[in-house]
Each structure stands twice: as structure tokens, then as C-alpha cells.
């Protein structure tokens, strides 16, 4: 579901999604809107524009989130530096993308989103907390927890910023969907934070979003 102000924006995703073959738009709307045709289509993704005159995208976010099954949610924005986009990924926000997303990239990350993965642009994200001074020294003891990650832990957290889901994480360092399920558990409570947005936040600001995540050969192998 497609949730924005203006009509071209709904329209233009709608025809770019439509034409993926496992993507269907169930529903597009304006804000006031929103949480009605989400109980209605109960959609499995819904992009929502952050900043709309009828009602705001962080107000719909928390609607949605009540819902008794609540879609995943990822922000639409303008702004790569929007202030309120670090409040909604804190609300439980899914990730974020700028509307000028390349069209052929568009269904990717909503098919990222679906598998439970994280959405955010290095670039966006970047400007994100440095729209935002003072959440680098009111983060910083959250920051320092991913020092006391393990290795295993680090690697993964790394490819949970990378927007990967638990089983492409699994394909990538060999390892079950379950077996990551446990790791990312173990990584949200060692860090403190409620889910893998929050988690790949602290990683992007311990520089460790682009991290080598290739397989190291143990030692004697």
C-alpha cells in the first residue's frame, strides 16, 4: 500500500511495482486514509510519505503499528536529511526511502522489506544523524555496546544493516535461518534497542555498515 499526498507520487509507484510480477499495490491513499485501507487490504508493505497536510506520516505510523497485525512500514521522503525521518525509524519504521529511488530499485526494496529486511541508504542514513547533532552524544554509550558484540555477531549485525533478511544472511556466512534468528535475538538484547532498524542504526554509526563481511579461512585451513 501506497500512502502519500499527491496523486502523481501514488500513481507513479503504483505503475512501477504493478509491473513486477510478485508485487501487486493493493491500495493507494492520502493519510486520512490510511489505517482504514490498511484494515481493509491488510497489505503486507506499506510505503508512507512522512510529510502530509491532513494528517502526518509519524501520527499514520503509530496507527498502523496499533493495528492487530501491523504491516511493515518504511518512510517516503523528499529530504535525505528529513528531521522527523530518525523519530519514525525509532517509532518502529522499517527503513526509509527517497522518493527519487531509481524506478528498477524500487521493487527490490519493497521485496527487502517483505523478508523482514532493513531499508536504509548509506547516504540518506548519514545525513539522517547529521541532521540530528545531538543524537551522536546522547547515542554514544548505545554506540559503544557494539564493541561487545562477538565476532559472529558483528558479522551478522553488519548484514542486518545491509537490509539483508535472516535467510539471505544465512546463505551469505553458511549458517541455518534459525541458527541468525538467534544471533539477531541475542544481538537486539546485547544492544538494547527493540528491532533491526534500531540495531542497524548503532551499526551505521559505529562504522560498521560496510564492513567485510567475506568468510575468513580458519587458522591451519
Do not use: C
Not at 62 to 79: C, D, H, K, N, W
Amino acid at each position: 500500500m501506497v500512502v502519500d499526498d499527491e496523486a502523481l507520487v501514488r500513481s507513479g509507484f503504483r505503475l512501477i511495482l504493478n509491473a513486477a510480477n510478485d508485487i501487486e499495490v493493493v491500495a493507494t491513499t492520502v493519510g486520512a486514509g490510511a489505517v482504514d485501507a490498511a484494515r481493509r487490504e491488510t497489505p503486507d508493505v506499506v510505503l508512507l510519505d512522512i510529510r502530509m497536510p491532513d494528517v502526518d506520516g509519524l501520527t499514520v505510523l503509530g496507527r498502523l503499528r496499533s493495528l492487530q497485525e501491523p504491516p511493515i512500514v518504511a518512510m517516503l521522503t523528499t529530504f535525505d536529511a528529513d528531521e522527523y525521518v530518525l523519530t519514525a525509524l525509532r517509532s518502529g519504521a522499517a527503513g526509509f526511502l527517497l522518493k527519487d529511488t531509481e524506478p528498477d530499485q524500487l521493487a527490490q526494496l519493497v521485496r527487502t522489506l517483505a523478508a523482514g529486511g532493513v531499508v536504509m541508504s548509506p547516504k540518506a542514513s548519514r545525513a539522517v544523524w547529521q541532521s540530528h547533532p545531538g543524537a551522536a552524544a546522547a547515542d554514544e554509550e548505545e554506540v559503544g555496546r557494539v564493541g561487545r558484540l562477538s565476532d559472529r555477531e558483528s558479522e551478522v549485525l553488519v548484514l542486518v544493516a545491509q537490509g539483508l533478511s535472516n535467510a539471505e544472511i544465512g546463505g551469505r556466512i553458511h549458517l541455518s535461518a534459525g541458527t541468525v534468528k538467534d544471533h539477531v535475538s541475542a544481538i537486539l538484547t546485547k544492544l538494547r534497542v527493540t528491532g533491526r532498524v534500531q540495531a542497524a542504526l548503532l551499526a551505521q554509526r559505529a562504522g560498521l555498515r560496510d564492513a567485510d563481511t567475506r568468510r575468513r579461512p580458519e587458522p591451519g585451513r
